[in-house]
Every structure is written in C-alpha cells, then in structure tokens.
C-alpha cells in the first residue's frame, strides 16, 4: 500500500495509466547525410501536418472553429517556404533534423517574442508548440493521449498541469495520483472541480506503480492499493457504492434556497479557475461565483494573455451567470503557482515573496490589462473585482488608483466598460489585524483560509511532512477568521471565504454562528455545504 495526502474525495478503482515526463534529448542521434535528414524532416513535417488536421476537425467539433483556427494556423506557419527552406539549409551546413528544427524555431521564437505586440508574441508561442511537436515526431517519442484513455483508468503522474487535466474526459478517468501537491494544490483543485477522486504526494508513484496494474486510490485517506486482494476490492467497491449513494441523495438540493433551519438566509457560491467550469457550478445549482482563479488563463502557455482573451473569458462567465455575482480574483502568481514566460525570478522564500498583488503592482502593464478586461467585461453581468494577498493598505491605494486610471482611459477612448466593487482576500495575518481598517476602504472581503492557515501556522501547504499542522481548526486560524468576520460585520460590509474550509463540514457551525455571508467552495461541494447550512440551528 502506498500513502499520500487524500486531495478529492471519492473511491477509484480502475487500470493504472502512467503518464510520464518526456525528455526531448537528441544529443545522441548521428548525421548520416544531408539527404536522409532532409526526408526524415519531410517526414516529420507530413506527420505533424496530417496529425494536426485530425485535431483540428474534432476540435471544432468539440471546442468550436475558434481554437481550430490556432491548430490551422500552425499548419500555415510550416507550408511557409522560407521555415522550411532554413531548416533545409541548416541540414546542408551539417545539422542533424533535430537540430536544425530546434535552431530554426529558436530564430523565430526569439524574434517574435521580442517584438511589443501581443498578436505577434502569441506567434513566439505558436512555434514553441511546432517544434516540441516535430521533435516529439522525429525521436519517436510518443505521448498518452490523456483525451483517449480507456474507461476505468486510474491517471498516474508526476504531476497535472491545467492544460494536461482540460484534456480529462471524466466518464473515463476513475482517480488521479501524483506524486507532488497537498490539499490545495492545483492539481486538487481540479480534480474537485471534475469531482474525480485524487490522491496527492504519493512519493515515487509513478516508478512504484506499472502500467495495467489494479489500483484502488482512496480520495479520503490517501491510501493507494497496487493489485489488491478480492477482499479488498470488494470492501472498496461497497464503499464506493455507499458513497455514491450518499452523493446521490444530496441532489434534492439542487436549486434549494440555503437558508439555516432557524431561517438565516446565506449563500453558496463557487470556486473556478477556467470559463468551462461554470457548467458544473450551474449543475449543482451555485449561487455565484465567490472565487474565479485568473491565474488558470495564464498558465500552461507560452505568452501572457491578451486583454481580447481574458475580456472573453471574464465576458463569458458574466453573461453565462446570468446577473449572479461574479468575484474575479486578480492575477495571483508565485509562491507554488509559476508561470515561467512571466520569468520571475527564483527566490529563497517564494511564499513570502514577489508574488500575487506585489507583482502585479510592481508590472502595471500586465495589471492594468486585466484590470480592462474586467471592467469592459462587467457590462455583461455583475462581476466584482478581489485583489489577492493583501497585507497593507498601501497596496490597496495603489490597486485602486491603477483601476481609476484604467477607468478613465476605457472612458476616453469611448470604450464601453462599468466600474465594479472592489473587495480584498484576507489570508495573510497582517490582514486579519488590520481588517477593521480595511474594511473602511473596501467593499467586501473573502477569507482565503488556503494561505491564511499556511502563514499563520508557519507551514508550506504543499509540504506532506507538515501536513499536520496545516489544519484551519486550529485555534490561531479560527481567531483570525472569528476576528476578520467581525470587523467585516462591524462595518457592514459583505464578507465571505473562498479557501477550502469554506466547505469543512466541522467548521461551518462556527462560520454561521460568526456571520460568514457567502461560502465559496468547489463546485462538486457545493450541495454538501448547503446541506450543512440548512441543517445548522443556533
Ligand atoms: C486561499 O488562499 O484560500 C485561496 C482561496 O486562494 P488560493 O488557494 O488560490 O491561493
Ligand atoms: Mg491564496
């Protein structure tokens, strides 16, 4: 039996599939002669073009014409003689078809990146993928194609990056195990988005764990099972039944009003991080979105999104929420959250540094884009502002007179936008202290216990040997979120929690009894929270 951190609740149990890190290493591929390599390039070329129109016909059945179109503009970029003939030069001058694919690529992704035009840096990105791609081809190296595993597999990986869980198609994936990330990781915040169960921080998972094998990964306690015995298959199999049995009787609250059993109305909001999850928010009947993570439209990239693709993406929730409250969280990057085109630089206290609020201040420019984008996108519903990582009312000045310049330019440029609420995540202790005179500069606040129980218990969350520790019942954590709540309500200002005990059924009592307004969870949470809340009677 293996163990690791128990990250999205439920029961796996299916055939492992191991997905592994792929090394594009060509240092041992010998030139034999400029011929050979010149058809081995062609080749590869072919096979990346047919390859490539294959996606692009099921994308634009699935995802629409739109993202086809990138995949057709990479088609065009090959067809362009002078790639191609670059290439062939390099082969001429020596260089083996790797070689010269990675140097030719180069040339262009330098140059494009180092023109100030987001259009033309998307391009810099663009070819990044060609050539991960061709050389893929031309080593052999072949990948799992995460989108076609078959029915009952059990996802095994390092680790799950955004883009690697948008291709999880969920009826066929029954568990995730990585051998990295905690509770609030960003592989488990995925993973109970999708409600697929995951176990986290398994070490060495996927050197223990071989293809095929049976698993049973157990998303409560952690527990991982290799190949396990028919008695404990069956008492897993039970288990799992009762659980979705337990799962099931919950949907009679679906589109219930949450309001206490002794008539206090609240609210359950929920937790995203990409347009698409808004879906399962309207499913399981969410009131709102209390939490919309930006950092997910940035990350698994090679350049920034522009000001179009976020005004897209924030427009889309709005209008899909329909007048329900919209909270967007801006950019909140660093500490375990990277973004490598971002190139920030590496730190000996990552969590305790350039991150969240502090560089976005520090790069206006990227700032004040999404500060655009949002407040062109509130026009099509009712979306508030959160700025993330606070610990000074310093920074709130700054953000806020940033958003007043923002506003005044869309003015005088006729742009249409609409000026929004801002409000603050309060999940630092500096925070928590001064929340009484924060609360006089802001128009609502959301606990973010995720990082206020890491820096007030002095734990890494991501780190499995401190785990212990990393609990928002204790009584340090609970006094900064009774305090926070309380200087919210002395003010009359909104107040809400977006950190994952937002739904921790031991902790909703204390919220009510406090006055939390709005629990923001994730969104297969969201009818366990409400259930809770409906129950609780003073
Ligand atoms: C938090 O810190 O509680 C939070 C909601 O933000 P994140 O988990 O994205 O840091
Ligand atoms: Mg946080």
Redesign the pocket.
């Known amino acids: 039996m293996l163990k690791g951190i128990g990250a999205s609740q439920g029961y796996g149990i299916g055939k492992a599939v191991l997905i592994k890190d792929i090394n594009i290493d060509y240092s041992k591929v010998k030139y034999t002669d400029a011929q050979t390599e010149k058809n081995r390039l062609q080749n590869a070329v072919d096979c990346f073009i047919d390859e490539t129109k294959e996606l692009c016909e099921s994308l634009k059945k699935s995802a629409g014409d739109k993202e086809a179109e990138i995949l057709e503009g990479h088609i065009m970029m090959l067809n362009d003689p002078f790639m191609m003939s670059q290439m062939q030069d390099n082969i001429d001058g020596g260089f083996i078809a790797e070689k010269a694919v990675d140097t030719v690529c180069n040339m262009f992704i330098d140059m494009f990146s180092s023109v100030d035009d987001e259009l033309t840096n998307q391009r810099a990105s663009d070819v990044r993928d060609i050539k991960e791609s061709l050389l893929k081809i031309l080593l052999g190296i072949e990948t799992v194609d995460i989108s076609k595993v078959p029915s009952g597999s059990v996802l095994i990986a390092k680790d799950f990056t955004p883009s690697m869980t948008s291709q999880i198609n969920r009826e066929n994936v029954s568990a995730i195990i990585t051998e990295v990330g905690g509770v609030?990781s960003h592989s488990a915040?995925l993973a109970r988005a999708m409600g697929i169960p995951a176990v986290l921080s398994v070490l060495d998972a996927t050197k223990k764990i071989t293809e095929g094998e049976e698993i049973v990964a157990d998303g409560f306690t952690g527990k991982v099972f290799i190949n396990p015995s028919a008695q404990e298959l069956e008492k897993y199999r039970e288990k799992q039944g009762e659980y979705l049995k337990q799962k099931d009787s919950l949907k009679s609250y679906i589109g219930k009003e949450t309001v206490t059993a002794d008539g206090v109305k609240k609210a359950v909001y929920a937790?995203i991080g990409r347009p698409e999850d808004v879906q399962n928010v309207l499913q399981n009947s969410g009131e709102g979105i209390g939490?919309f993570?930006t950092e997910f439209l940035f990350m698994d990239r090679n350049a920034e999104p522009t000001e179009e693709e976020q005004f897209e993406a924030y427009s889309t929730v709005a209008r899909v929420m329909d007048g329900h409250e919209v909270i967007i969280r801006t950019l909140?990057i660093g500490?375990d959250k990277e973004i490598p085109y971002l190139k920030i630089e590496k730190e000996e206290n990552p969590f305790l540094g350039h991150r969240a609020i502090r560089y976005c201040l520090d790069n206006p420019e990227l700032f004040k884009k999404q500060i655009r984008a949002i407040l062109r996108a509130a026009v099509y519903g009712y979306i508030k502002v959160m700025l993330?990582l606070i610990t000074c009312l310093e920074e709130v000045y700054a953000a806020k007179a940033i958003i007043k310049e923002c506003e005044m330019e869309l003015a005088e440029s006729g742009t249409e936008y609409k000026s929004v609420p801002i409000g603050v995540?309060i999940?630092t202790p500096s925070a928590v202290l001064i929340s009484d005179l924060l609360a006089q500069e802001v128009e609502f606040f959301s606990i973010?216990?995720?990082?206020?129980t890491g820096y007030t218990m002095a734990v890494d969350r991501g780190n499995s040997k401190v785990s212990k520790l990393y609990d928002a019942m204790q009584p340090s954590v609970l006094r900064a979120i009774e305090m926070t709540i309380k200087n919210a309500k002395k003010a009359g200002i909104q107040v809400g929690m977006?950190?994952?005990a937002a739904a921790d059924s031991r902790l909703i009592p204390k919220l009510i009894e406090w006055g939390l307004d709005e629990f923001s969870v994730t969104p297969s949470s969201i009818l366990q929270t409400r259930k809770a809340i409906c129950e609780y009677k003073a």
């Open positions: 609030t915040i937790n939490l993570r909140d500490g993330p995540m999940e973010g216990t995720n990082d206020l977006c950190g994952e």
